[in-house]
């Protein structure tokens, strides 16, 4: 199966961008990728997804306006570009794959391979 690796991460200060990407050990056609993320002691939150050949983004309402994900299967790799962010935006992003998408929901349960995460910091 395929192994997922995020980078991107980092500390930047409110109203900033960042741009995360999620690279795959393979092609990614028949994936649904999601972008979630985890403060401790809270349960992982989705934050956006995409189907790599069908599209149907996803985004929560916190990543509403403010979030873009796309992806570039000649890489192998989904992206979340991410602006104006916010200190309520601090967490470790994880990517995961599956292989169901909505454009209406993303529960974490969907999703069985995971990377690791990477943390984002954003200063007020």
């Known amino acids: 199966q395929a192994q997922l690796t995020a980078s991107g991460g980092g500390l930047v200060q409110a109203g900033r961008s960042l741009r995360l990407s999620c690279e795959a050990s393979?092609?990614?056609?028949?994936?649904?990728i999601g972008w979630f993320r985890q403060v401790p002691g809270k349960e992982r939150e989705g934050v956006s997804s995409i189907h790599v050949s069908r599209g149907m983004p996803y985004y929560s309402d916190s990543a509403k306006g403010r979030f873009t994900i796309f992806r570039d299967s000649t890489k192998n790799a989904v992206y979340l570009q991410m602006n104006s962010l916010k200190p309520e935006d601090t967490a470790t992003y994880y990517c995961a794959a599956g292989f169901v998408c909505s454009p209406y929901a993303l529960p974490p349960g969907a999703f069985n391979i995971w990377g690791q995460g990477t943390q984002v910091t954003v200063s007020s």
């Open positions: 393979e092609n990614l056609d028949a994936y649904c």
